[in-house]
C-alpha cells in the first residue's frame, strides 16, 4: 500500500550531520558554529479540496436478473453462468441431487436481483450526466448511483466505449453537484493528485500521489496517465483530481501481480472521455477510423538503414487487402512519418490519429520508401468492430535454390509468376535455407524477402549482387514477409 509520510521525522544522514556539527568544535577548540536551519517543504492539505469535490463523486453499484425457480431457488442454468463468469468454474451440486433437462422444467414465473460488482464515478453536469468505467457497467442490467448524502439513483446506461474504457451514464437529477474538468496536457510529472473512489465499497475513499510520467501506452487510442496514487477494486470510474480540483482523468488500470495496489496505477485522460462521452451522449455510441493497416514500431538500426532521420514513425508491417491504404498504394515496409500533416513520432500515434478522423474524409499519409518522401492521398472509412482475417497463402513448390548462403546467410529461389500474383508483389525472392545471421535472426524457410535497405528485391540474381555490395561494418535491414506480416530485420553481413 501506500508509504506513509512523517512531516517530522528526520534521516540517519541528517542526525549524523548534526551530530558531526555539534561535537566537531569541541574537538577542534573552536567556537561552536551554529547550524543552518533545514529547508523542510511541508506536505499539502488536500482537506478544503476535498469539502469541494467529495460530494460529485459516486459509488455505482450494479446488479444482474436470475431467473427463480417455483421454489424460490435460484434457476440452475442462470447460477451455474453466474459461478462461471464470475468465479470461473462449475456450481457445486449438492450430493444425490439430479440435474433437470431444461425441457422438463415448469416455467419460470419470477426474476431475482443479485448484486454483481461496485464501482466509483463522478457527476460532469447538474442535470446528471455521469461518467465511469465501460468495465465498471459492463454485463450489467440494472446500475444503481450513490451520492454521499445517501441519495440513490438508477441509472440509464447512455452508452460505453470498450477502447477507452469510458462509460456514460444519466440520473434523473436538478442541481446536482459537479466537477470542473481540467487540461491533461499541462500536467507536469511530479506534481499531487488524489483519487476518489469506492475501494473495496468503501465509499469516498481520498487517496493521495503523485503523476509518475505522462502517456503511457497501454492502450490503443488512450496515452494514458500513471500515477502512484493508491487504487484498487472499485476505485475504477472514480476521478484524478489535480490541486486546483478539476479532473485530469478516471481512474482505470492499475499494474499488480496479486489483483491489489502495486504502487502503479493507469488514469484515462479527461480530455479524450470527454470526446468520447460527447459522441455517446448523441448517438450512443463512438465512431471511429481506419484505413486498414497494420504497423509496428521503427527501430534505430532501421532508421539508420533506410537513411530516415531518427527512429520516428510507424513501419507498415501489413496492408489490408482491398482497403484504404491498398488502394492509397501503401506497401509494407513504408515508413509512415505524418499524417494529414501531424508527425508520427511513435507507431501508436497513428492509430490514434486516424480513429479521431472522420469517417469518409480525405487525408494525406506521407511514407519513406526507399529514400525519399512520398504523399499518398487516401479515404478513411468507419471502423468495424471486427475484421475479416486475411486467409494463410500457400502454393506449389518453388525452383531450389542455388549456391551457397550469402553473406547474410540467405539461400533464396525466384518467385513464380502465379506466386508474385497470389502474394499480389512484382518481385522478391523466396528463401530456402537460412544459416549464421539469417538463422540467428529467426528467419527461415518460406519467408519472402521483398526489400533490402533502400532497394527492391527483384529476383535471386539481383538480390546476391546486392548482398555483395555491403559493408559489414555497417548493419543493413531486409524487408521479410511471413504470411500476410512484413517486417525490417537488422542484420549484419559477415565478411566473406
Do not use: C
Not at 528526520?10 to 543552518?36: D, H, N
Not at 526489400?451 to 559489414?472: C, G, R, S, Y
Amino acid at each position: 500500500m501506500k508509504t506513509n509520510f512523517s512531516a517530522g521525522s528526520k534521516t540517519l544522514s541528517a542526525l549524523m550531520v548534526s551530530a558531526g556539527i555539534l561535537f566537531a568544535p569541541a574537538v577542534l577548540g573552536l567556537a561552536p558554529v551554529q547550524a543552518a536551519a533545514p529547508s523542510v517543504a511541508g506536505l499539502p492539505d488536500f482537506s478544503d479540496m476535498v469539502d469541494k469535490v467529495g460530494p460529485a463523486v459516486v459509488n455505482i453499484r450494479t446488479t444482474e436478473r436470475l431467473r427463480m425457480r417455483d421454489d424460490g431457488m435460484p434457476d440452475q442454468d442462470e447460477m451455474q453462468e453466474f459461478f462461471r463468469r464470475f468465479f470461473g468454474g462449475q456450481m457445486p451440486t449438492p450430493r444425490g441431487e439430479q440435474r433437470v433437462p431444461r425441457g422438463n422444467r415448469r416455467a419460470v414465473p419470477q426474476e431475482q436481483e443479485v448484486q454483481r460488482g461496485v464501482g466509483s464515478g463522478f457527476i460532469t453536469s447538474a442535470d446528471g450526466y455521469v461518467l465511469t468505467n465501460a468495465h465498471v457497467v459492463a454485463g450489467a442490467d440494472e446500475v444503481y448511483v450513490t451520492l454521499t448524502d445517501k441519495r440513490e439513483f438508477k441509472a440509464k446506461v447512455l452508452g460505453s466505449d470498450v477502447s477507452t474504457d469510458v462509460a456514460l451514464l444519466k440520473i434523473d437529477g436538478t442541481k446536482l453537484p459537479a466537477l470542473a474538468m481540467g487540461d491533461p496536457s499541462k500536467i507536469r510529472v511530479g506534481e499531487w493528485v488524489i483519487a476518489i473512489g469506492s475501494p473495496f465499497n468503501l465509499e469516498n475513499t481520498v487517496t493521495a500521489g503523485i503523476i509518475s510520467a505522462k502517456s503511457r501506452d497501454t492502450g490503443e487510442y488512450l496515452p494514458l496517465i500513471q500515477s502512484d496514487v493508491a487504487v484498487n477494486p472499485g476505485n475504477s470510474g472514480g476521478p484524478l483530481i489535480n490541486m486546483r480540483g478539476e479532473v485530469i482523468g478516471i481512474n482505470s488500470q492499475i499494474a499488480t501481480l496479486s489483483g491489489g495496489y502495486n504502487g502503479i496505477s493507469f488514469a484515462v485522460p479527461i480530455d479524450e472521455a470527454m470526446r468520447v462521452a460527447d459522441q455517446l451522449k448523441k448517438t450512443g455510441k463512438v465512431t471511429r477510423g481506419r484505413i486498414g493497416v497494420s504497423v509496428g514500431e521503427v527501430s534505430r538500426e532501421v532508421a539508420e538503414s533506410l537513411g530516415l532521420k531518427g527512429a520516428r514513425g510507424a513501419e507498415v508491417s501489413q496492408v489490408e487487402p482491398g482497403g484504404p491504404a491498398a488502394k492509397a498504394g501503401l506497401k509494407p515496409g513504408d515508413i509512415i512519418v505524418k499524417f494529414n500533416g501531424t508527425e508520427i513520432n511513435k507507431s501508436s500515434d497513428l492509430p490514434r490519429l486516424v480513429g479521431n478522423t472522420t469517417p469518409n474524409s480525405k487525408a494525406t499519409i506521407t511514407v519513406w520508401r526507399t529514400g525519399s518522401m512520398v504523399d499518398l492521398p487516401v479515404t478513411v472509412v468507419e471502423r468495424e468492430s471486427d475484421q475479416p482475417t486475411v486467409a494463410g497463402r500457400g502454393g506449389p513448390s518453388k525452383p531450389k535454390a542455388e549456391g551457397a548462403a550469402n553473406a547474410l546467410g540467405f539461400r533464396v529461389s525466384d518467385l513464380s509468376a502465379a506466386e508474385k500474383k497470389e502474394l499480389g508483389v512484382a518481385g522478391g525472392v523466396k528463401v530456402e535455407a537460412t544459416e549464421g545471421v539469417a538463422a540467428g535472426a529467426g528467419l527461415r524457410q518460406g519467408d519472402i524477402l521483398l526489400q533490402l535497405n533502400n532497394a527492391a528485391i527483384v529476383d535471386a540474381k539481383q538480390f546476391a549482387a546486392l548482398v555483395a555490395k555491403l559493408d559489414p561494418k555497417k548493419p543493413s535491414v531486409v524487408l521479410v514477409r511471413r504470411g500476410d506480416t512484413s517486417q525490417f530485420v537488422s542484420l549484419r553481413p559477415t565478411a566473406r
